[in-house]
């Protein structure tokens, strides 16, 4: 019974992805996927164009209807094989990516949308090395300053929309300077803003997505790293501040959710790594996964009519193919 809730194409997302939404769609199909989302990237405005991109906000937001026609006649045609959603991938940039957002939840009738923050201080932050290192620069210089405004800007974004699936939650290692250290090697302020973070997103219902896509992209763990999923506490996290100990606590422990994502972009990468995932989510003590479904009720959010959520031992995943890579 696997899942995505997360992922692209080459058709409607031309500058870094691959093959026609019905290639990806019929790729899931023949991986015997149940639930498989569409969610393309939503329109951007010209300030924020990446290299070699040559688009307005309409020619995009023109594209993207597009998208949303073509992800209801491939739901359609193929709903005896496979539950399609439809939905987008919201975009957290500046003032005016709430209007955006809230255009297309308002224009178009979604089973979801998937909540990223791509950009610190305007800059994309995923893009390359060198737009990282010039948003680090405006984050002080190191690190550790970018990632604090990074968990700045997410929660703002988690305010403001309330997104039903969070995205890559912790995208913002991708270029640093060790991808693959641990969140609790870098101070205790930091560690409170995610845990900050983890809490808004229990509070309101949402769901973490853990994302495959850091994987293919060499790192050691998906999106998020274990240590924001476990169930267990790591007694040997511990600041002190005046008289306060500090220990680490997760998103389980805040009753939290997750659902599984592959955030493909292209038949190859379509539930690529699903069993290194299976992996992590067991070494975390994720006991069940979440998925979406299209019924007569609605218990996810109002803003998304007939969309009811669903879950799964992860033990149930074990027998299927693409956990047994």
């Not at 074990?318 to 047994?324: A, P, V």
Request: net charge negative; aromatic share 10%.
């Amino acid at each position: 019974m696997p899942f995505s809730h997360h992922s692209h194409s080459g058709q409607f997302c031309p500058d870094h992805a691959k093959d026609t939404l019905e290639d990806v769609v019929r790729m899931a199909i023949s991986k015997n996927m149940q639930v498989f989302a569409l969610t393309e990237h939503m329109p951007r405005g010209e300030l924020d164009l990446y290299p070699g991109e040559n688009e307005t906000l309409a020619s995009l937001t023109e594209l993207h209807d597009r998208f949303f026609g073509e992800a209801e006649r491939l739901r359609e045609k193929y709903r005896d094989q496979i539950e399609v959603l439809v939905g987008f991938e919201g975009e957290w940039i500046r003032e005016q990516s709430f209007s955006l957002m809230q255009d297309r939840l308002k224009k178009h009738r979604l089973d979801l949308f998937v909540g990223s923050v791509h950009h610190v201080h305007t800059i994309p932050v995923d893009f390359d090395k060198a737009m990282y290192i010039k948003a680090r620069e405006k984050s002080g210089g190191t690190d550790e300053g970018l990632f604090g405004d990074y968990f700045d800007a997410q929660l703002d974004m988690l305010h403001a929309m309330k997104p039903p699936v969070v995205g890559h939650f912790d995208l913002i290692r991708l270029f640093s300077e060790d991808a693959n250290r641990s969140w609790k090697e870098c101070g205790v302020i930091i560690w409170e803003k995610i845990m900050r973070n983890l809490r808004v997103v229990a509070a309101y219902g949402g769901f973490l997505e853990i994302n495959s896509s850091a994987l293919r992209k060499g790192m050691d763990e998906p999106y998020p790293k274990i240590e924001i999923c476990q169930v267990s506490r790591d007694q040997n996290f511990a600041y002190t501040r005046q008289t306060i100990s500090y220990i680490a606590k997760a998103f389980l422990e805040l009753q939290g959710r997750f659902v599984l994502s592959d955030d493909s972009h292209g038949v190859e990468q379509v539930a690529l790594n699903y069993h290194r995932v299976l992996k992590a989510i067991k070494a975390a003590g994720i006991q069940q996964i979440n998925y979406l479904r299209r019924t007569e009720k609605t218990d996810l959010d109002p803003r998304f009519p007939g969309v009811q959520a669903f879950g799964t031992t992860v033990t149930s995943l074990e027998g299927h193919m693409i956990f047994n890579a």
